[in-house]
């Protein structure tokens, strides 16, 4: 170990101080640890966290509706095959599919295949395989040389009725009895016509909803129809499906 004298001032003796040891040097500070953060309630409070809660939840919504719009079809008649302008129409022409519409009024511009295909009834135009078949399409057949526009109240026609269906045509009544009563009376004034269309579109009749209906009259009908129409100014009309 080396010395080095050190002179004092006041006495002038030699004082002798020897290197620093290991036990006077001073021991290094201890290293400062971090104590680890949890996550707790604070963490559910982030609006970062709230945002993308929401996102996902609006993502899973917005899938639920395409799904669900995907699957929003309306069933429809279409072409079989290739049909000719002036063909009468009959089952093995048709066949039910499925169309996704953008909107209810579209669709109901084609037949509904809910209701039976229609038949006596032949095609204004060619159709070709797999197209639509449209309401106005249709025509009535060669027997028919005449058609006739009804308005019937809600209540007086089916439900499903449909062009091509069959219908014999009623008139309802009310007159004033003796007494001052109301008595009704039903008198038919067309038998077995063919449906050629119809409209559902609200109309005023007789202050409530009724549809626009054509049918179709064949010589027959036409010669009686000045007795037709005035029964009809008589009363509403009541449209009676026949089977088969």
Do not use: C, K
């Not at 109240?153 to 219908?167: E, K, N, Q």
């Amino acid at each position: 170990m080396d010395v080095f004298p050190i002179r004092g001032r006041m006495s002038g003796m030699a004082t002798t101080v020897g290197a620093p040891t290991a036990r006077d040097r001073v021991a290094d500070p201890p290293a400062r640890t971090v104590p680890a953060r949890r996550l707790g309630a604070d963490r559910w409070r982030d609006p970062r966290l709230a945002v993308g809660v929401l996102l996902v939840a609006a993502s899973v919504v917005l899938g639920v509706r395409v799904v669900e719009a995907a699957d929003d079809t309306v069933t429809v008649w279409s072409a079989r095959s290739d049909v000719s302008a002036g063909t009468v129409l009959t089952d093995a022409d048709l066949v039910a599919t499925q169309v996704h519409f953008a909107g209810g009024d579209e669709a109901r511009l084609y037949l509904s295949a809910e209701a039976a295909p229609p038949s006596g009834v032949a095609l204004g135009h060619d159709l070709r395989a797999g197209e639509l078949l449209a309401a106005s399409s249709l025509q009535p057949s060669s027997a028919a040389t005449a058609e006739l526009p009804l308005a019937v109240p809600d209540g007086s026609i089916p439900a499903d009725l449909a062009p091509g269906d069959h219908v014999d045509v009623w008139v309802a009544s009310e007159a004033t009895g003796a007494a001052g009563g109301a008595t009704g009376t039903a008198t038919q004034v067309l038998s077995d016509v063919s449906i050629v269309s119809l409209d559902t579109a609200d109309t005023a009749l007789g202050g409530g909803a009724a549809t626009r209906v054509l049918v179709a009259l064949d010589d027959a009908a036409v010669a009686g129809l000045d007795e037709t129409l005035a029964t009809l100014a008589s009363g509403a009309p009541v449209l009676v499906r026949r089977g088969g």
